[in-house]
T-cell receptor
Framework: GAGVSQTPSNKVTEKGKYVELRCDPI?????LYWYRQSLGQGPEFLIY????????DSGLPNDRFFAVRPEGSVSTLKIQRTERGDSAVYLC???????????FGEGSRLTVL | TQLLEQSPQFLSIQEGENLTVYCNSS?????LQWYRQEPGEGPVLLVT?????EVKKLKRLTFQFGDARKDSSLHITAAQPGDTGLYLC?????????????FGKGTKLSVKP
C-alpha cells in the first residue's frame, strides 16, 4: 500500500498476556517510530529506528516493552505481561531523515482487560 | 524533561469565525511541527517551521514560530466544519535524535455549521 500499515487495528487481551503489534512502513523510508497515545493525550515517544538498529529507545516505559526491525523494513512492538495501564493506541510512523516529515499509520488500539 | 503546553485544550466555534491556538515551552527546539488528527486516524503533518520568527501560510492556516524558538501559534481564518480535529504541535529536540519528537496534548477544535 501507499501508506503506513499497522496490524491489528484492534487488540483485546487479558492482563498478563503477551502482545505483538506490527508496523509496515512506507517503502524506502529508513526511519521508523513508535508512539503511544492515551485518550486525551498527545502521542508519547517510545522508540526510533534508523535502518535495523534502535537509534533511540529512551521512551520505552520498562523492560516489558521491546521492539525489533530485523530487515530495516517491518517492525514489531512486543509487550510482555501486559497490564491494564498499557491500554492505548500504539502509533507507528515512518519517514526520511533529510525531510523530518513523519507519516503515521492509523494505529493499533490495545485494550488490556 | 522538555514539555510542550498547548492552549486552549478545547475550542468550540461557529463556522466563519477566526481562532488561534498556542504551543508553548520553556525549552528551545530546533524545529517545530503542527499536525492534525481525526478520530481513528494517525496525525497528519501540516507544516514544519525551523527559523525563529518564521511565518508559514497554508491556505486559511497561518503558522508562526517564536523568535526564541520556544513557542508557536496556529491561526485559522474563517473556520469551516472540515477544520474540526485535534491539532498537535511537536518539537524536535535541539541537537538530539530526530526520533525524539515531543508532542503536546493537543487542542481539540470543533467547528459547527
Amino acid at each position: 500500500g501507499a501508506g503506513v500499515s499497522q496490524t491489528p487495528s484492534n487488540k483485546v487481551t487479558e492482563k498478563g498476556k503477551y502482545v505483538e503489534l506490527r508496523c509496515d512502513p512506507i517503502s524506502g523510508h529508513t526511519a521508523l517510530y513508535w508512539y503511544r497515545q492515551s485518550l486525551g493525550q498527545g502521542p508519547e515517544f517510545l522508540i526510533y529506528f534508523q535502518g535495523t538498529g534502535a537509534a533511540d529507545d529512551s521512551g520505552l516505559p520498562n523492560d516489558r516493552f521491546f521492539a525489533v526491525r530485523p530487515e530495516g523494513s517491518v517492525s514489531t512492538l512486543k509487550i510482555q505481561r501486559t497490564e491494564r495501564g498499557d491500554s492505548a493506541v500504539y502509533l507507528c510512523a515512518s519517514g526520511l531523515m533529510n525531510t523530518g516529515e513523519l507519516f503515521f499509520g492509523e494505529g493499533s488500539r490495545l485494550t488490556v482487560l | 524533561t522538555q514539555l510542550l503546553e498547548q492552549s486552549p485544550q478545547f475550542l468550540s466555534i461557529q463556522e466563519g469565525e477566526n481562532l488561534t491556538v498556542y504551543c508553548n515551552s520553556s525549552s528551545v527546539f530546533s524545529s517545530l511541527q503542527w499536525y492534525r488528527q481525526e478520530p481513528g486516524e494517525g496525525p497528519v503533518l501540516l507544516v514544519t517551521v525551523v527559523t525563529g520568527g518564521e511565518v508559514k501560510k497554508l491556505k486559511r492556516l497561518t503558522f508562526q514560530f517564536g523568535d526564541a524558538r520556544k513557542d508557536s501559534s496556529l491561526h485559522i481564518t474563517a473556520a469551516q466544519p472540515g477544520d474540526t480535529g485535534l491539532y498537535l504541535c511537536a518539537g524536535m529536540n535541539y541537537g538530539g535524535s530526530q526520533g525524539n519528537l515531543i508532542f503536546g496534548k493537543g487542542t481539540k477544535l470543533s467547528v459547527k455549521p
